[in-house]
């Protein structure tokens, strides 16, 4: 990512440019309108999702959203494990890696043949694009699949994007689709993420739909719980913690029932259907939500109450003199948590020295007063939100 793109980023996009003026964050009625406004739109389906005529139903509006106002989508697709599972006849889905890996192998192309078939009908091309977090945790690389996408959009193709399941390991995971898709939200500048599944949206205590969520962690993840479905590998909470990151990239998210005849164009009209989380005015950059949201922190900066406050409110640096300890082993150029006295995590970033660097140098600035050391750029570092 260069500085430009990070700039540029900052400005907002159409969902962040809608949300500043009409103040959809706070007005469920504003924000159902913006969705009308909507140009870059990622559909993402689950494996519960995809059976029957889903691939059909989906090719079909798709092909009638597509290129109108300038309307362009991406698909982020989950299924190949369950159709793998299904081909090579195990079952049920497999615990050990190597075999889920070896069921999403090959599960995949099936997934892609159903995709092949039902958008060819409708005459839309297909593309499949397989990604691991380590691709997206990898700066060059995350620019190459930006820049495949944005060829591939260009060129009038459909982005199929799944993760690589045959290589991905616990590490390299990116946990669920969900989180991928909020991933790659950013990437392809989306102002909309609709997140497909088997249920009419996030539903409260007596099973009635949320219609507008303004507060994730008030008004959401306490319905979500830590659910985890046998199907899919996220559940409700992976959605919610996914619809949260992605509208701080500036993205309004809807979680809708893939069965509902064309749920996503009544979506994208502004329909109060499934329940709507809209883009946050301030958006992050791309760069400033990948290191956020997309790294994974290599250790942690714990930092005293004055350089908490001085991150906080006044947009400073960390310095080696506001370093209480580190944990953890990183290197220069990985991501960091910063841990303010409390024990909470207030805000990621980029470490410009090592860990033992970072703790000798602030062991000594503790000694001796002088010139300040930089431990983590304030280009470098997010201030996470308090929910
Ligand atoms: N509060 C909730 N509202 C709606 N669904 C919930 C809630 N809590 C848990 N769930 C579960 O989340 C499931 C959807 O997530 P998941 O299984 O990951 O589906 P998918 O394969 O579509 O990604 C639903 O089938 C439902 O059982
Ligand atoms: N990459 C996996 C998807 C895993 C996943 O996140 O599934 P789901 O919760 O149904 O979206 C597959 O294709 O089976």
Not at 12 to 17: F, I
Not at 276 to 297: D, E, M, N
């Amino acid at each position: 990512m260069t500085d430009t793109e990070d700039r540029t980023a900052t400005k907002g996009g159409a969902a962040g440019r809608a949300a500043a003026d009409a103040a959809p964050e706070l007005d469920p009625q504003a924000a159902r309108a913006a969705l009308r406004r909507c140009r870059r739109i990622i559909v993402k389906i689950g494996s519960k999702s995809l059976s029957g005529d889903a691939w059909d139903r989906l090719a079909a509006e798709v092909a009638a959203l597509r290129g109108r106002s300038g309307r362009s989508l991406v698909i982020v697709s989950s299924g190949a494990i369950a159709l793998g599972v299904a081909k090579l006849g195990l079952k049920s889905r497999p615990k050990d890696m190597a075999w889920l890996q070896a069921a999403a192998a090959a599960g995949q192309s099936v997934l892609m043949q159903r995709y092949e078939e039902a958008f060819g009908k409708v005459g839309l091309l297909v593309a499949q694009v397989l990604l691991t977090h380590a691709d997206l945790a990898d700066r060059t690389r995350t620019n190459n699949a930006r820049n495949a996408l944005a060829a591939l959009l260009e060129a009038g193709a459909i982005p199929i994007i799944n993760e690589n399941d045959a290589v991905a390991v616990e590490e390299i995971k990116f946990g669920d689709n969900d989180q991928l898709a909020a991933m790659v939200t950013p990437l392809c500048e989306a102002d909309l993420l609709i997140l497909l599944s088997d249920v009419e949206g996030l539903l409260d205590g007596d099973g009635r739909r949320v219609p507008f969520v303004r507060s994730v962690a008030r008004e959401a993840r306490h319905l979500a719980g830590a659910s985890t479905s046998g199907v899919g590998t996220g559940g409700m909470a992976s959605k919610v913690e996914a619809a949260r990151r992605a509208t701080l990239a500036g993205s309004h998210v809807v979680i809708g029932a893939a069965r509902e005849a064309g749920i996503i164009t009544r979506i994208v009209s502004g329909e109060d259907v499934g329940t709507l989380f809209a883009a946050v005015p301030q958006r992050l950059s791309a760069r400033k939500h990948w290191i956020a949201y997309t790294l994974r922190p290599r250790g942690a900066i714990l930092v005293d109450r004055g350089a908490a406050e001085a991150i906080g409110s006044k947009n400073r640096s960390i310095l080696a003199v506001g370093v209480l300890g580190v944990r953890g082993t990183f290197l220069p150029g990985d991501a960091v948590a910063v841990v303010d006295p409390d024990g909470t995590e207030i805000a990621r970033g980029l470490a410009r020295m090592s860990a033992s660097d970072a703790a000798r140098t602030a062991r000594k600035k503790r000694e001796e007063a002088g010139d300040d050391d930089v431990v983590v750029h304030r280009d470098d570092l997010v201030v996470l939100p308090s929910e």
